[in-house]
């Protein structure tokens, strides 16, 4: 597949606010097939940037697409239709708005609600690397084996308190008061919701459940607060360790429409539960994301100790291994960096 990048200002770039697919082809001096990149990146030798639009199967947007004008994206769109081909970019950012539809661009996004966007919006994974290998120094995944009670991890940020819980809904006021202002009749308004508050919620309902057994850390802040590269090491390898010496974790949006651990509990080969609040994930026309996790509807979320019981229990002890070796082939195959490229190119 020939990749087509524009080019940009590589002296000024970050180049980790890049599209996370234009990255195996950066290097300092500019865009290139560079060995060492690929290698990097693992990407196979069947993906090749080019230099001229014309030789381009595809088009990858470098920059988040929220930072483009109107102007430049139809520009694009125009540029696309004339070669044939579609153009490819990603949205950053926690919330969901909704920039419209073009014909020949396509909006990776983590946020937004599934029910509220056009079809050329597609859900992307977390960009990871692999923990489990760099804090573990392992390769295969070890497994847990099923116990009669199942056993449920959570680390992070949970809190009932109304002044964390204001904070959240302030905020989004404020981007709602900022879409407004641009156009006062658009549909794509945050909901207000407070995640701390509603993670807390929903990890009380397993607490008082006499069914599983929960492995929970709380947080107050988000890293703990780490401030030092000691305490983020420290508070990472908990991080981990709790997902690791789980079999499900807890996986609710956060601040944005969108689930963090969700791909990290898959890169660990653990159970996601999964509360889909009308989220738009990875490649759903292809992955079926009710085989890797525990789903379970945001209308339903007051009976998830029960519904994780009884998918539990309808486990073998095998089903329940080859369900976490699943996941974590799901993460490293399919949504790695290599395995989205192998995904965009079936779809072209």
């Known amino acids: 597949m020939n990749i087509y990048i524009p080019k940009i200002n590589f002296v000024t770039q970050n180049k980790r606010e890049l599209f996370i697919l234009t990255r195996p082809f950066w ?13 990097k990146w693992a990407i196979s030798e069947k993906y090749s940037y080019v230099d001229s639009v014309s030789e381009a199967e595809v088009y990858f947007m470098p920059i988040a697409i929220n930072k483009y004008t109107e102007v430049e994206l139809q520009s694009i769109n125009t540029l696309c239709e004339e070669n044939k081909i579609k153009a490819y970019g990603y949205i950053s950012g926690d919330f969901g708005e909704n920039l419209g ?28 690397s692999d923990h489990f290998e760099r804090i573990y120094e392992k390769i295969e995944i070890e497994l847990a084996k099923k116990k009669e009670l199942p056993v449920i991890g959570f680390c992070g940020h949970a809190d009932l308190g109304w002044l964390k819980r204001s904070k959240e809904i302030i905020k989004m006021v404020k981007e709602n008061g900022r879409r407004f202002f641009n156009n006062p009749f658009r549909k794509d308004y945050e909901p207000f919701f407070a995640s701390a508050y509603h993670r807390a919620k929903l990890l009380e309902l397993f607490v008082k459940s006499d069914k599983v057994k929960t492995n929970f850390i709380y947080r107050k802040h988000y890293r703990a607060g780490a401030q030092t590269e000691t ?5 990472t390898l908990e991080y981990y360790d709790n997902i690791k010496n789980s ?7 956060g601040a944005g429409n969108f689930s963090v651990r969700l791909y990290e509990t898959l890169l660990m080969g653990r159970i996601p539960i999964f509360i889909n609040s009308d989220c738009l994930l990875p490649f759903e026309d292809k992955i079926n994301w009710k085989q890797h996790v525990v789903w379970i509807e945001w209308k339903d979320r007051k009976k998830s100790a029960k519904i994780v019981v009884d998918f539990h229990q309808q486990l073998s002890p095998e089903d329940f291994a080859q ?25 072209i």
């Open 231 to 235: 305490e983020r090491t420290k508070t």
């Open 323 to 347: 369900l976490q070796l699943n996941n974590r082939k799901l993460w490293k195959e399919t949504l790695s960096v290599n395995g989205m490229l192998e995904m965009i190119s079936n779809d």
């Open 101 to 128: 539809n073009y014909d020949n661009i396509f909006f990776f996004r983590m946020g937004g609600f599934k029910s509220q966007l056009g079809t050329n919006n597609k859900g992307f994974p977390v960009s990871l």
């Open 27 to 39: 290097t300092d001096s500019g865009w290139s097939n560079s060995s060492q990149e690929r290698a």
């Open 247 to 253: 079999e499900y974790v807890l996986c609710v949006r």
